[in-house]
């Protein structure tokens, strides 16, 4: 493997300093650029290992002459100093790519456009009850590159996003998840969905017939392009309208209960109701059978399974009760950054809702919203700068659309139009710097507002 001399790292967020830590570690030279400001954490921490850093600024003297540049996923190809150095032809890697070199652990790659974070923390929490020594990064939890530095697994469940996968060139999932491919920062992909699925398969790429690929045989995102595709490794696949127990569909539901059959010898089929499973919801069920069947490929006893499907608790943000206040439910699903992340939420919810989009639209197309938003939104309370396109979309479908600025604001005006029975749901279907820092912020502020009606 060459030596890399000169590294450099542009974001010092979480990833990019587990990177510079770890590029540290393996005796390269580093320097980390951020065109921002640094977290006081991530500076502490550059600081006490002695890495050269600036913040506001890239500094083109000190990053052009980068044997190879570590990326943060935020950064878009159309920075200028990301056209600067693919001009030059200086290497530009991920971080998942840089720490895959360091470690002999197995990879378990979750990618899709929603769902990602829950089917990789059940399978986390699947790996780790079955008592295997597992670690869990990616677009989640700590820096991989950190992990690989500092703690020694067997195996890494990875939530891996386009924006990783498209610096992602040698590293190699061992068994590679793709949930679904559904229209999302299409900005970043010159408004091509075949340019976005392509980057989604990347996950596949350098798989050989000893490792797996899990998908969606419901998505037509994936069937239209796994037809073009040639995939070495072996495939299983997991249905909600494919009830045939054949070959080709290894998770199914039938008469309320999944049964997932990998068809190995020696290796019992997998059952349990769906009304036993701890994430509840049409899309929790794909959710589950992707997680499922990696659990079965890596033969793990059906009662443990059983025991971690029935014991999860889902990640914050991601459809979280926050309380119930005079008979009405509150909900954060702040992690719904796109349209069809909505769309599932509002699937999942009874009657009565009171819905609060907006934010920054990625060129959004509510139309797929309008059937429940019609069947089950009583009003919707809009939290952006920009609400135009939400009062457009859906001024035919619900009698009241409200313009708010903030969380607070958002809350109180949800918590007047409800009525006792009704949920009000925070599933905004946009990104959400135009307010808030990141969906996290935006989700606690909601909480916070919550709790203070």
């Known amino acids: 493997m060459v030596d890399h001399k000169h590294i450099v790292i542009l974001g010092a967020g979480e990833s990019g300093v587990g990177a510079a830590i770890l590029a540290q570690q393996k005796g390269h030279a580093v320097f980390v650029s951020d065109f921002g400001t640094i977290l006081p954490l991530y500076k502490e921490e550059l600081i006490r290992l002695g890495i050269p850093y600036e913040e506001g600024k890239h500094t083109e003297g000190s990053i052009m002459g980068a044997t190879e540049v570590i990326k943060s996923p935020g950064i878009p190809d159309k920075a200028p100093i990301i056209k600067k150095l693919l001009k030059k032809q200086i290497p530009i890697i991920s971080e998942i790519e840089f720490a895959g070199r360091y470690t002999n652990a197995k990879m378990i790659g979750i990618t899709g456009t929603n769902g990602k974070s829950t089917t990789t923390m059940l399978i986390y929490h699947m790996l780790k009850d079955a008592g295997l020594n597992v670690g869990l990064a990616g677009n989640i939890g700590k820096s991989f590159a950190k992990q690989v530095a500092t703690e020694s697994f067997d195996y890494y469940v990875l939530e891996i996003s386009s924006f990783m996968l498209d610096n992602m060139y040698q590293f190699k999932t061992d068994i590679a998840v793709l949930l679904n491919i559904t229209p999302d920062h299409l900005d970043r992909y010159d408004y091509q969905m075949e340019k976005y699925a392509a980057s989604k398969f990347r996950i596949t ?3 050989t017939e000893k490792d797996r690929f899990i998908y969606c045989a419901d998505d037509l995102g994936i069937i239209n392009r796994l037809q073009k595709m040639n995939i ?25 209960q999944i049964t997932i059959n990998l068809h190995l010898p020696n290796q019992n089929p997998f059952t349990m109701s769906i009304t036993e499973l701890a994430l509840q919801g049409k899309h929790n069920i794909y959710n589950s059978m992707a997680s499922g069947i990696v659990a079965k490929v890596l033969d793990l006893r059906n009662e443990s399974i059983r025991d971690s499907m029935g014991s999860f608790q889902n990640i914050e943000h991601r459809l979280e009760h926050v309380a119930s206040i005079s008979g009405i439910d509150f909900v954060n699903d702040s992690k719904a950054t796109n349209v069809n992340s909505t769309w599932y939420a509002l699937e999942s919810m009874p009657h009565n809702v009171v819905l609060i ?11 797929m919203l309008k059937d429940l938003v019609r069947d089950k939104v009583r009003g919707i309370v809009c939290l952006g700068k920009n609400n135009k396109a939400i009062h457009d979309a859906f001024e035919d479908d619900v009698e009241l659309i409200i313009n708010t600025t903030s969380a607070q604001e958002a809350a109180q005006m949800a918590y007047h139009l409800a009525k006792k029975g009704d949920t009000v749901l925070l599933s905004p279907a946009c990104a959400s710097f135009d307010l808030f820092e990141n969906y996290e912020d935006r989700g606690n502020q909601f909480k916070k507002a919550v709790k203070d009606l």
């Open 357 to 367: 989009l907006g934010g920054v639209d990625k060129g959004n197309d509510y139309g």
């Open 205 to 207: 790429q350098n798989q």
């Open 232 to 256: 070495r490794a072996k495939a299983y696949s997991f249905s909600l309208k494919e009830t045939t127990k054949t070959d080709y569909t290894n998770a199914y539901l039938e008469n309320n």
